[in-house]
């Protein structure tokens, strides 16, 4: 059995926001965003595919202040800092925003980097415990370390990241935040047993159960 994804990043499509969205991607199991997409935008699409929704959130999307915190209306599930167990089959975690450049929310130092992913490792260990392996997919909003990534510090790739793909070795590793101008810009590339995908405007992406 295959899961296919539908992975969304930074602009948006008129292609997705359109009923013509429908049709064209009536395949599609699960729709994940690697951030900075309006929330609208992602409820349109989720709701006219008829599908469920993760996300993560990036630099330059905003919340709404709330009692509980940060509220992001949508019919989404927010992964940052998270473990979400898909139909059974899929280990999805994410991590929020980019290294910090100015004073915007969701941008945080390498070190904040680091707690993010540490906060994950409970989870993590658990699922090697109970499902034989840690991680199917993490997704981001920044790259990892010297993948993707560009020499200014807005987009200066999460050494965490790095990290956590070559010792937790997810099938995928998804992100966004690195747009993509030219065809001859790198949007794929496998670290150890990871295969790390740009999702800059849509992406798809199909899982094998045994992958």
């Not at 499509?13 to 951030?35: P, V």
Request: hydrophobic share 40%; net charge neutral; glycine share 6%.
């Amino acid at each position: 059995m295959t899961i296919k994804i539908l992975a969304v990043s930074d602009v948006e499509q008129s292609l997705l926001y359109s009923e013509r969205a429908i049709q064209r991607f009536s395949d599609t199991d699960l729709i994940i965003s690697c951030g900075d997409l309006p929330m609208n935008y992602l409820d349109f699409v989720a709701s006219q595919i008829n599908v469920p929704l993760l996300y993560v959130v990036g630099n330059h999307q905003y919340a709404v202040a709330g009692p509980q915190g940060d509220i992001y209306p949508t019919m989404g599930f927010n992964l940052h800092r998270r473990m979400r167990h898909f139909e059974g089959q899929l280990l999805i975690a994410g991590v929020e925003g980019c290294l910090r450049y100015n004073h915007n929310p969701k941008q945080y130092t390498q070190l904040e980097m680091w707690q993010h992913v540490f906060s994950l490792l409970p989870a993590l260990f658990w699922n090697r415990m109970h499902h034989g392996r840690y991680l199917d997919i993490f997704v981001s909003h920044a790259p990892p370390w010297k993948i993707h990534d560009q020499d200014d510090l807005a987009h200066t790739g999460i050494r965490a990241f790095r990290w956590l793909n070559k010792v937790f070795r997810p099938k995928y590793h998804l992100h966004g935040h690195i747009h993509v101008y030219r065809s001859d810009t790198v949007t794929k590339s496998v670290y150890y047993q990871t295969t790390v995908m740009n999702c800059y405007g849509y992406r798809e992406i199909v899982v094998g159960k045994d992958d």
